[in-house]
């Protein structure tokens, strides 16, 4: 069983488009989160969602939207996409939050823009 | 800035020799987490350090944590092929909500 799935492992589109990553952790976990991580390999925490609390890193566009149904998914939402916008887009889970337990991380989403 | 710098950038080895990768910070830190990500996949957790820990040890790894110096790192003795990945160390702030990660170490070990 894949602890925290991502869907789809894959996805072109043009830009100016909407598009939606769906995240589900079937661990139990409380805490959310979403990563960027760009041709650099630098890994940028963009959300994170615990018990219905949204910290958001104020960095991250507001074409960005994450969007929880409930506990065990955690959707990204991006609107009017750009160029900038290519990159692998992970999802994590933790139980928790305050990093005092590890994070499981989703397989990953890797988004081109043209 | 909450995130760890990770030091060498890359790191090339022979089969059966010790990598040895370093991590710095800036902020006091409640407890500091090393992940692999191996190429085209999420990261993996290695080993959580919490802050009144000096050393400890998880199968070939081994990771050192010095508050004084906000540095700690991580040794992988007898390196297999399949230790060719990236490495990212999330020091935890005290207080903090999230896993800050870097740029990560490049390791490559040579079959």
């Known amino acids: 069983d894949t602890a925290v799935s991502q869907t789809p492992k894959y996805l072109v589109t043009q830009m100016g488009n909407d598009k939606s990553i769906k995240c589900e952790q079937n661990?139990?976990?409380?805490?959310m989160y979403w990563y960027k991580q760009d041709s650099k390999k630098f890994l940028k925490i963009m959300f994170s969602?615990?018990?219905?609390?949204?910290?958001i890193n104020e960095t991250v566009p507001n074409r960005f939207s994450p969007k929880s149904p409930d506990k065990a998914h955690l959707n990204l939402h991006i609107n009017s996409l750009e160029l900038g916008d290519s990159a692998v887009y992970f999802c994590?889970?933790?139980?928790?939050?305050?990093?005092?337990?590890?994070?499981?991380f989703g397989q990953g989403t890797r988004l081109t823009v043209v | 800035s909450q995130q760890g710098e990770e030091d060498p950038q890359a790191l090339s080895i022979q089969e059966g020799e010790n990598a040895t990768m370093n991590c710095s910070y800036k902020?006091?830190?409640?407890?500091l987490q090393w992940y692999r990500q191996n190429s085209g996949r999420g990261l993996v957790h290695l080993i959580l350090?919490?802050?009144?820990?000096r050393e400890k040890h998880s199968g070939r790894l081994r990771v050192t944590l010095d508050t004084s110096k906000k540095s700690s790192s991580l040794l992988i003795t007898a390196s297999r092929a399949a230790d060719t990945a990236s490495y990212f160390c999330?020091?935890?702030?005290?207080?903090?909500?999230?896993?800050?990660f870097g740029t990560g170490t490049r390791l490559t070990v040579i079959p």
């Open positions: 994590a889970s933790s139980q928790g939050s305050g990093g005092d337990t590890e994070a499981f």
């Open positions: 661990l139990g976990h409380d805490t």
């Open positions: 969602y615990n018990n219905k609390e949204l910290i």
């Open positions: 902020t006091s830190i409640n407890n």
């Open positions: 350090i919490r802050s009144n820990e």
């Open positions: 999330a020091p935890i702030k005290t207080g903090a909500n999230n896993l800050f």
